[in-house]
């Protein structure tokens, strides 16, 4: 089995900076494509990043400029850098990675979510 834990979620004043980080465990051969997502109240889940294993990233037009994701490969982790928050970006961030956990065979897996309040 598999898991993806996410932490760095917190309460922050809005222009404030937050890390967030997953690490995945278990029965892991290799991670492809690592990602964040997004679920503010009353809103459906969102993409907000995304990272393949050669490092090349996609992300969200309204983190563009603000949020930087990061992966280590040999940690099976991934990081989101999020800088000038907004009131609006308050949501819980969840961890999505793509697992291959035997030779012929992947699926994706998902966090528990972390969340994060932008506040005055």
């Known amino acids: 089995q598999v898991q993806l834990v996410e932490s760095g979620g917190s309460l922050v004043q809005p222009g404030g900076s937050l890390r967030l980080t997953c690490a995945a465990s278990?029965?892991?051969?290799?991670?492809?494509?690592m990602g964040w997502y997004r679920q503010a109240p009353g809103k459906q889940r969102e993409l907000v990043a995304t990272?393949?294993?050669?490092?090349?990233?996609n992300y969200a037009d309204f983190v563009k400029g603000r949020f930087t994701i990061s992966r280590d490969n040999a940690k099976n982790s991934e990081y989101l850098q999020m800088n000038s928050l907004q009131i609006e970006d308050t949501a819980v961030y969840y961890c999505?990675?793509?697992?291959?956990?035997?030779?012929?065979?992947?699926?994706?897996?998902w966090g528990q979510g972390t969340q994060v309040t932008v506040s005055t």
């Open positions: 999505r990675a793509v697992v291959r956990t035997t030779y012929d065979f992947s699926r994706e897996y």
């Open positions: 990272i393949t294993s050669g490092g090349v990233t």
């Open positions: 278990g029965r892991i051969l290799s991670i492809s494509t």
